[in-house]
């Protein structure tokens, strides 16, 4: 295996000397003018048109979002560039529902719906139809997540189950981030910021015609970030540092076939303090932890247009990721997933989409001796997944009510067969109110975690003995999914060109959850080992409601008003509640979430941003709740150039968003911070 250190830095200096090619090779102002579409501003969108926005997410194939029977929020690219935000997760936070919380620099806690934790395993997340989920521990890694932020065309977001299209994980949500079509992106773009924080980020790109063929274009980016300072005065132990290269072309094969190919790598390292052992394990100890990552990913699709109303598209990837946790273990991993999908329509009744899947995944977990200990058998797995999808939706009525129905057959080696399918009506009360239902089930498939992990959880004093008890995890390879039975009811009504309303309410029941059940104790080497094992004896359910309005009362001011609310209850199996409890506990969303956008273009080239929000405090975690102030003034002296200065978080210098009871990642309290952006197109 290539040891990380060797790897990093020929990533290191490669992604540094791509983005001085790019630097070197760009042409004279006015050689490449960049696109009208990038410029215009967000006002410059009707609310009506927000409704009319094509998205592709929540049944693989396109459709406006007010014919889709299913919670939808799409973020725009001006929705980003307008936000001041400097990572995807923080991009995240103005979507109803979703639930983000910072830990430190590098880690991040998001989820949909609850179950929020530093893995979040009911979510699945994608970029370009690449699956981000980590099968290790059952999550996102957000630290490795990342792309230049003027390339992302539109993020995506499905707010309930979308395990009949994406399979098994896509259990209260399914985040897609779409990059731009190279054609998009024609000519270069110079992007610097730094602040309190942000120590500075630097993203390049430059896009090129292909002849007739299609366009291309290369990127790169840097970032640094600083240690945060803690209220007492003490430092948070959390710096990061990352590069990135890619490339991204587009073809237009003829008339009737498309094709793309993406590919990237990066590589980073960051720090972060985490809660160990000393050796003789009689208590526990802060150390410092270096996460060294890196890797690299490739992305080809093809699609074919037979004829109108049917059209064939294969999709596949390679993702090569590379992780190591300086204080107990690493990560070695290979993926590569292949993509079928086909379609076809006949008149309104028949929308078909049917498709195939297959991914391949194999990773290397070495055995820890660190100061917290953890341990995978066997150190090596290779799993497959089989997948096939099929889905219709019919149209009644001169299409004013829509039936969609669909099931996905997901084949594990862990758990065989999972089958999940979805039933949804959308009913148009008119040209501007819509009424949709859904009923959809979906399960979270065992992590290595879960099967195959043996790992120390704490320390504590033994009865009758003076033996030091040690609190040990070990998976169980009869571990099985986690079921979820979802109801959703939506409603939209945009009541004029000024006003948008659209509500959703819905009711989750989950069994088959996680629960850790004592084992029989033992004595090991002068310990006194106390066994927890892996159960399904967990049940929940979680009732909730979302709320989102835009109003535009002049065409150069935009608002939008979201609320959700959320509450959620768990227990065990009456038959097992004997020495087993839940670890759901662990994973704590709020009840409630309030926020405030407001957009101003106060003159033609001077912006004025303003986003408000209330977090509730997450009574399981012992952690208060907040208010966030974040502003953002942008000025545009020219067509081509624009200057921004953002602060975020004014109305407390310091506050805590989270805490990682898992690997014990020690939070930090999110401080004040002011960050400044230049961004030049040519």
Do not use: C
Not at 35 to 60: H, I, N, Q, Y
Not at 240 to 256: E, P
Not at 367 to 391: E, W
Not at 434 to 444: E, L, T, Y
Request: glycine share 8%; aromatic share 12%.
């Amino acid at each position: 295996m290539m040891k990380p250190r060797t790897f990093f830095l020929p990533l290191s200096f490669l992604a540094r000397t791509l983005f001085i090619v790019v630097l070197l090779l760009l042409p004279a102002e006015g050689q490449f003018p960049a696109r009208a579409s990038e410029l215009e501003g967000l006002l410059a969108m009707g609310l009506e048109d927000l409704m009319d926005v094509e998205v592709t997410t929540a049944f693989k194939k396109p459709q406006s979002v007010k014919n889709i029977p299913a919670a939808v929020y799409v973020i725009t690219s001006e929705d980003i560039r307008r936000s001041g935000a400097d990572s995807i997760p923080e991009i995240l936070r103005m979507v109803p529902g979703v639930n983000v919380a910072k830990l430190d620099n590098g880690n991040w806690a998001v989820s949909i719906r609850g179950f929020n934790d530093l893995f979040s395993d009911k979510l699945l997340v994608l970029m370009d139809g690449r699956v981000l989920y980590d099968p290790l521990f059952s999550g996102v890694l957000w630290d490795a997540q990342d792309t230049v932020l003027e390339d992302i065309e539109r993020i995506e977001v499905i707010r309930g189950p979308g395990a009949s299209s994406w399979g098994t994980n896509a259990v209260n949500g399914v985040i897609n981030i779409i990059t731009k079509n190279s054609g998009d992106t024609m000519g270069g773009m110079v992007s610097g910021s730094g602040g309190t924080l942000n120590r500075g980020t630097l993203s390049a790109r430059y896009g090129f015609k292909m002849g007739n063929l299609g366009a291309a274009r290369f990127y790169a980016k840097t970032y640094k970030r600083h240690q945060q300072l803690q209220r007492d005065g003490s430092t948070a132990w959390d710096d990061w540092f990352m590069d990135r290269a890619g490339f991204r072309s587009d073809l237009q094969l003829g008339s009737r076939d498309k094709a793309s190919l993406k590919g990237e790598i990066y590589t980073g390292r960051g720090t972060n303090k985490m809660l160990g052992f000393n050796k003789d394990f009689t208590k526990r100890i802060v150390i410092k932890n270096n996460v060294p990552i890196s890797g690299g990913f490739i992305v080809g699709d093809v699609k074919h247009e037979f004829k109108r109303g049917l059209e064939l598209s294969l999709k596949f990837y390679y993702d090569h990721t590379e992780r190591k946790y300086s204080g107990f273990t690493s990560e070695t991993r290979d993926t590569l997933d292949f993509e079928f999908k086909n379609r076809f329509g006949r008149g309104s009744y028949l929308d078909f989409v049917w498709g195939g899947i297959y991914r391949h995944t194999r990773d290397h977990i070495p055995v820890s001796h660190g100061a917290v200990i953890g341990a995978f058998h066997p150190k090596t797995s290779k799993d497959d997944l089989f997948s096939l999808f099929f889905q219709n939706e019919a149209k009644f009525f001169s299409k004013r009510l829509r039936f969609l129905t669909g099931v996905r057959l997901d084949h594990y080696n862990y758990t065989g067969l999972e089958v999940q399918p979805t039933f949804r009506v959308l009913y148009s009360m008119g040209e501007n109110q819509d009424i949709w239902a859904a009923v959809s089930k979906a399960v979270r498939s065992p992590s290595r975690y879960n099967r195959d992990a043996v790992w120390v959880l704490g320390i504590r004093p033994a009865p009758f003995t003076k033996l030091p008890m040690v609190m040990a995890y070990v998976g169980d390879e009869d571990f099985e999914s986690e079921k979820l039975w979802a109801y959703e009811l939506g409603y939209r009504w945009r009541i004029d060109r000024k006003l948008i309303i659209d509500v959703t309410g819905f009711a989750n029941f989950y069994r088959n959850l996680f629960s850790g059940t004592l084992g029989e104790p033992f004595h090991h080497h002068g310990f006194m080992i106390m066994p927890i094992n892996p159960g399904n004896y967990g049940r929940g359910e979680s009732f909730g409601l979302e709320f989102t309005g835009n109003v535009k009362p002049f065409e150069w001011w935009r608002m939008e008003f979201s609320y959700s609310y959320l509450d959620t209850h768990f227990w065990i199996d009456s038959a097992h509640r004997q020495g087993t409890e839940m670890s759901a506990r662990y994973m704590d969303a709020p009840h409630h979430q309030v926020s405030v956008r407001s957009n101003m273009d106060l003159t033609p080239k001077l912006e004025f941003d303003v986003q408000l929000r209330y977090v509730a405090n997450l009574s399981r975690l012992d952690v208060p709740s907040y208010t966030g102030l974040d502003v953002r003034l942008g000025y545009k002296p020219m067509r081509n150039l624009e200057l921004s200065l953002d602060a975020k978080n004014l109305l407390d210098p310091y506050h805590p968003e989270f805490k990682d009871e898992f690997l014990k990642v020690i939070n930090t309290e999110v401080p004040r911070s002011i960050n400044g952006k230049i961004t030049w197109h040519f």
